[in-house]
């Protein structure tokens, strides 16, 4: 557990611990959230690639990919096609 105290702006200083095993360094944003009356945070561009990877579940099959290495062989004939080489 590790305690944290806020300042008369209302802002709060995350440990070092803590931003260090979140990733977190001066800049990056965080988003605070609720749930059944208890509050935490997590890196906001983490929290934003686990929901489009979790946006993106099934939709390489659906699209008839048997596997990762024919889908990354397609984007590449889509990036010659869209650089024009």
């Keep these: 557990m590790e305690l944290a105290r806020i300042s ?7 440990p070092a611990a803590i931003r260090d095993k979140m990733k ?11 749930e ?8 906001s561009a983490a929290l934003a690639f ?3 990877e979790e946006a ?10 048997q596997s990762e290495d024919e889908m990354q062989e397609y984007m ?5 096609e869209v650089r024009g080489y």
């Design 8 to 14: 008369d702006k209302g802002q709060i200083t995350i």
């Design 24 to 34: 977190l360094k001066a800049g990056d944003k965080i988003v605070i959230l609720e």
């Design 36 to 43: 059944n009356g208890r509050f935490y945070f997590e890196n």
């Design 50 to 52: 686990r929901r489009a």
């Design 56 to 65: 993106f579940i099934g939709e390489a099959e659906q699209a008839g990919f």
């Design 76 to 80: 590449k004939e889509i990036r010659k």
